[in-house]
């Protein structure tokens, strides 16, 4: 059995890794890899957090969701592309949860990645595998393709029918996105929702004491 000491220390590491890594993929964010690829910008109670702060950084996450291959990697200049799209699809679903028309600036850079880079893989014949498919430009355009993928998810996500349940967390200072899953639901973690709820208690504890003092007894 564990002492009270060890316990409170487990609690504590606990907190300070709520307190400094990314919570859990929010929800909807594994059915739309382009809601994950938004909330790859991210604000932690210790401040923000870049999934894609660097090109390293850009390439595994690009992997790990499937969009680069194995030993695919982006460079800088692709990683620095990367952010401003980001910047344009987190434009458009903030514009989506507020009702706001779709800013234009944001439009033009979703329809020039899907157009720029199409994912269709073209039929090919070379003498040691004879017919096949494969996409263009395997070497080089990581990033384009990447980013097309992205936009057609993004549009499949803001046309279709968990457009009206897209939402944005209200656990300060979280900005992540979520697809709704019930209709009460306000955050996009339990770890966000824990959050608010500390918070609220402790301000709710704060302005009783601050009543009581000076009080007659
Ligand atoms: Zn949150």
């Given at each position: 059995?564990?002492s009270?000491?060890q316990?409170?220390?487990?609690?504590?590491?606990s907190?300070?890794?709520d307190?400094?890594?990314?919570?859990?993929p929010?929800?909807?964010?594994?059915?739309?890899?382009?809601?994950?690829?938004?909330?790859?910008?991210?604000?932690?109670?210790?401040?923000?957090?870049?999934?894609?702060?660097?090109?390293?950084a850009a390439s595994g996450w690009?992997?790990?969701?499937?969009?680069?291959?194995e030993?695919?990697?982006v460079?800088?200049?692709?990683?620095?592309r990367?952010?401003v799209?980001r910047g344009?699809?987190?434009?458009l679903l903030?514009?989506r949860v507020a009702?706001?028309p779709a800013?234009p600036?944001?439009?033009?850079?979703?329809n020039e990645?899907l157009?720029?880079?199409?994912?269709?893989a073209l039929?090919r014949?070379?003498?040691?595998?004879?017919?096949?498919?494969s996409?263009?430009h395997?070497?080089?355009?990581?990033?384009?393709r990447a980013?097309?993928r992205?936009?057609a998810?993004?549009?499949?996500?803001?046309?279709g029918p968990?457009?009206?349940r897209?939402?944005?967390?209200g656990?300060?200072?979280?900005?992540?996105?979520y697809?709704?899953t019930?209709a009460?639901?306000?955050?996009?973690?339990?770890?966000c929702?824990?959050?608010v709820?500390?918070?609220?208690?402790y301000?709710r504890k704060?302005?009783?004491k601050?009543?009581g003092?000076g009080?007659?007894?």
């Amino acid at each position: 059995m564990r002492s009270m000491s060890q316990r409170a220390t487990t609690a504590t590491a606990s907190a300070v890794a709520d307190h400094v890594a990314p919570p859990p993929p929010a929800p909807g964010a594994e059915q739309y890899p382009a809601l994950d690829f938004a909330n790859s910008l991210l604000t932690l109670p210790s401040g923000p957090l870049d999934l894609l702060g660097g090109p390293e950084a850009a390439s595994g996450w690009l992997v790990e969701h499937g969009l680069a291959p194995e030993a695919g990697r982006v460079l800088g200049p692709c990683t620095v592309r990367l952010r401003v799209f980001r910047g344009a699809v987190r434009e458009l679903l903030d514009a989506r949860v507020a009702g706001r028309p779709a800013p234009p600036g944001a439009l033009a850079a979703v329809n020039e990645a899907l157009t720029a880079a199409p994912a269709v893989a073209l039929l090919r014949w070379d003498a040691e595998q004879g017919l096949h498919r494969s996409l263009p430009h395997p070497a080089d355009r990581i990033a384009d393709r990447a980013m097309a993928r992205l936009a057609a998810d993004a549009a499949d996500l803001l046309t279709g029918p968990d457009a009206e349940r897209l939402a944005r967390c209200g656990g300060a200072p979280c900005s992540r996105f979520y697809v709704r899953t019930h209709a009460a639901r306000h955050w996009c973690s339990t770890r966000c929702g824990d959050r608010v709820r500390a918070a609220r208690a402790y301000a709710r504890k704060r302005a009783e004491k601050a009543c009581g003092e000076g009080e007659p007894t």
